[in-house]
């Protein structure tokens, strides 16, 4: 199994809403991703967990809450969002995460979850 | 610090070559490169780890020139499933908050395949 499945494939949510986003993998990946995607932009990294355990927090508002409850599973907890979270967002998995230059391997992306807050 | 990739848009015709550059204003310790179709996941297609080397897969190569700081795909005999966004990626510094290497893709090179 190769693949990344992410749920659900849309959210629309208010700002005063709480939701969730999941994310899984059968590959036996230790590292895990969230990215953030806006229309017709590259991803942008927002978390990454190595071995269950969060290695990177890239300036994310605390609106959003990563977790990662074993090491096929990873989750998105969403409160209180502005109207300019809206996005695509996308998880991957990779083998391994390295904290090292040179650390990062090929990652297996998820649909992604088309998200719109209004 | 986000690598910039050139051209930003491509049209070809099937059959066509072309050439995508990664350019990055710090050195660069690898590249990987990934095609995301419209409305799909982006999808790895190679990495490069070291500077010189070069790598092939069908009819889609690249190369990794550490000394420039620049990486560059090659599409040969485009085919119409060669359609979508182009992005390289690699590390982009040290994160202010853990100190460890973050990723980030390159601004992207939207290419269009016609019959």
């Known amino acids: 199994d190769t693949e990344v499945t992410q749920t659900p494939k849309h959210l629309v949510m208010g700002m005063t809403n709480k939701k969730s986003l999941k994310c899984e993998q059968h590959?036996?990946?230790?590292?895990m991703y969230w990215y953030k995607q806006k229309a017709k932009k590259p991803p942008e990294l927002m978390f990454v967990?190595?071995?269950?355990?969060?290695?990177i927090n890239e300036s994310v508002p605390s609106r959003f809450s990563p977790e990662c409850p074993n090491s096929s599973l990873l989750n998105l907890h969403l409160h209180a969002l502005q109207p300019e979270d809206s996005a695509l967002y996308l998880c991957?998995?990779?083998?391994?995460?390295?904290?090292?230059?040179?650390?990062?391997?090929?990652?297996?992306f998820g649909p992604g979850t088309r998200l719109t807050v209004l | 610090q986000q690598p910039v990739q050139s051209p930003q848009a491509v049209i070809l015709r099937e059959g066509e070559d072309a050439v995508i550059n990664c350019s990055s204003s710090?050195?660069?310790?690898?590249v990987h490169w990934y095609r995301q179709k419209h409305g799909e996941a982006p999808v790895f297609l190679m990495i490069?780890?070291?500077?010189?080397e070069q790598k092939g897969h069908d009819k889609i190569s690249a190369s990794f020139n550490e000394k420039k700081q620049q990486s560059s795909l090659y599409l040969t005999a485009s085919q119409l499933s060669y359609s979508g966004t182009y992005f390289c990626?690699?590390?982009?510094?040290?994160?202010?908050?853990?100190?460890?290497?973050?990723?980030?893709f390159g601004t992207g090179t939207r290419l269009k395949v016609l019959a």
């Open positions: 991957a998995s990779s083998q391994e995460f390295h904290e090292l230059a040179g650390g990062y391997n090929e990652q297996f």
């Open positions: 590959m036996g990946h230790r590292a």
């Open positions: 967990y190595s071995y269950e355990k969060l290695s």
């Open positions: 710090k050195a660069l310790y690898s």
């Open positions: 490069l780890l070291k500077g010189g």
């Open positions: 990626g690699t590390e982009g510094g040290r994160t202010t908050t853990s100190g460890t290497y973050k990723y980030i």
